[in-house]
C-alpha cells in the first residue's frame, strides 16, 4: 500500500492550497480516508476523515468552513482544499486509510495506513 501527499507548500496568511493523495495497493473504495497534521513538537491531530462512498465527511472544529476533504474513487485521490489559511495551521500534513475501522474516525487509532506527509507553511 503506497499513500503519496502532494501539494504543500509556502503561503501568506489568508491564501489557499489543494492538498492531494494518491492511493495504490488498495481497494480505495473500501476505505474511509483521512487527513491529519503535525507541528513540530506537537501530537499527530485529526484534520479531516471522509467515509468510503463520500456521502459523510468529519472535520476538527478548528477547519470548520475554511477546508473541504473530497475524493474521487475512481482515480483513487483524496483530497484537502484549505481557504483562508493562518499561522496556526503550519504543519506537516499526512493522509491515511481506514479499513472502516469501528474505532472513531479522528482517532489516528482508526487508521491503517499513512503516507510520508507534506509540508505547509503559512507565514504571518
Known amino acids: 500500500v503506497q499513500l503519496q501527499a502532494s501539494g504543500g507548500g509556502l503561503v501568506q496568511a489568508g491564501g489557499s492550497l489543494r492538498l492531494s493523495c494518491a492511493a495504490s495497493?488498495?481497494?480505495?473504495?473500501?476505505?474511509?480516508m483521512g487527513w491529519f497534521r503535525q507541528a513540530p513538537g506537537e501530537e499527530r491531530e485529526f484534520v479531516a476523515a471522509?467515509?468510503?462512498?463520500?456521502?459523510?465527511?468529519h472535520y476538527a472544529e478548528f477547519v470548520k468552513g475554511r477546508f473541504t476533504i473530497s475524493r474521487d474513487n475512481a482515480e483513487k485521490t483524496v483530497n484537502l482544499q484549505m481557504n483562508s489559511l493562518k499561522p496556526e495551521d503550519t504543519a506537516v500534513y499526512y493522509c491515511a486509510s481506514n479499513p472502516r475501522s469501528y474505532l472513531p474516525l479522528r482517532s489516528t487509532q482508526a487508521y491503517d495506513n499513512w503516507g510520508q506527509g507534506t509540508q505547509v507553511t503559512v507565514s504571518s
Open positions: 471522509i467515509t468510503w462512498s463520500g456521502s459523510t465527511t
Open positions: 495497493g488498495l481497494t480505495f473504495s473500501n476505505y474511509h
